[in-house]
């Protein structure tokens, strides 16, 4: 009886273990405590360490005033336009057969590949004076660089991933089938769009525009290199703080990056919440699926 017992035991499981198991929680607690929550809480405590006077006299001030103007303009044009990008790349890369399909994938993976610094550099040579386009510009007296233009052009860069690769593998799961069904029924492209692909890809396609607007607003690199940092003028928030710290002021810079601080706080919890409103619609996307319209019958 017991060898018969013994033959049936389930195989040990990697969590079975106490000791690798509470291991594995307290590196992943000490890490996240450490990395995460430590900055977090410097920035709050030191944003409020000369009062709150200063901290409101900081947010009063015109730069910082300007510069968080500049920020949210930007995201106002890089998110759109990005969204655009990412819904149009991903249903073609999903729902229709063409040459260069893969060079497609391929070049939306690359502002993850290659350092936002180049990124910066190769727009001064694209767009810059002595650049390709810098005649044209100048010709017509069309400023990029050292502006808003380049400034939404270089977070339009960085950004350009995050909504295809969130839409591409939900849409991949889901295929062509229901696509294919209403445009048999008679539908048009754009109410197949929007009455069958666009219902079950929504929380996904808000989850990607959520994560491209946190990252266009605390963009650095890319803009550092093409704004040219002018205070009161090119300064986004993130340029911004750096300028303050530089001049010593501490708390200005902290106060400064507690607005950042607490866009990345809402940008987790509106991440969770969009997971847990997806969870049953990105994993079994066949349940959730509407009705295919029918066409409308032509007189």
């Not at 729902?95 to 180049?118: M, N, Q, T």
Request: charged share 15%; glycine share 8%.
């Amino acid at each position: 009886m017991s060898a018969v017992q013994s033959s049936r035991r389930k195989p040990p499981r990697v969590g079975d273990n106490p000791i690798f198991r509470r291991l594995m929680i307290g590196i992943v607690l000490i890490l996240g405590a450490l990395l995460v929550l430590a900055p977090l809480i410097v920035i709050g405590f030191e944003a409020f360490s000369e009062g709150w006077r200063v901290y409101a006299s900081t947010l009063a001030d015109p730069d910082t005033r300007h510069a968080i103007f500049l920020t949210v303009v930007t995201a106002l044009i890089a998110v759109p336009i990005n969204t655009i990008f990412g819904v149009a790349a991903a249903w073609a890369i999903t729902k229709f057969d063409f040459p260069g399909r893969r060079l497609l994938l391929v070049v939306i993976e690359i502002p993850f590949s290659i350092s936002p610094i180049v990124a910066g550099v190769a727009y001064l040579f694209v767009y810059g004076l002595q650049g390709f386009f810098g005649p044209l510009f100048e010709a017509y007296d069309i400023k990029v660089l050292f502006a808003l233009p380049g400034i939404v052009l270089a977070s339009m860069f960085v950004t350009a991933p995050f909504v295809a690769r969130e839409l591409i593998p939900l849409m991949q799961a889901q295929g062509r089938d229901l696509e294919e069904a209403a445009t048999s029924l008679g539908a048009s492209g754009w109410r197949t769009f929007f009455s069958v692909t666009l219902p079950n890809i929504k929380w996904a396609l808000l989850y990607g525009v959520v994560l491209c607007n946190a990252r266009v607003m605390g963009e650095f690199g890319a803009v550092s290199v093409v704004s040219g940092n002018i205070r009161g003028q090119t300064n986004t928030l993130p340029l911004h703080i750096e300028l303050l710290y530089h001049d010593y002021q501490a708390a200005g810079a902290f106060a400064s990056a507690s607005i950042l601080a607490v866009i990345a706080v809402i940008t987790i919890i509106a991440k969770v919440a969009l997971e847990r409103q997806g969870a049953g619609r990105v994993r079994r996307p066949a349940l959730s699926t509407p009705a295919i319209p029918a066409a409308e019958p032509k007189p």
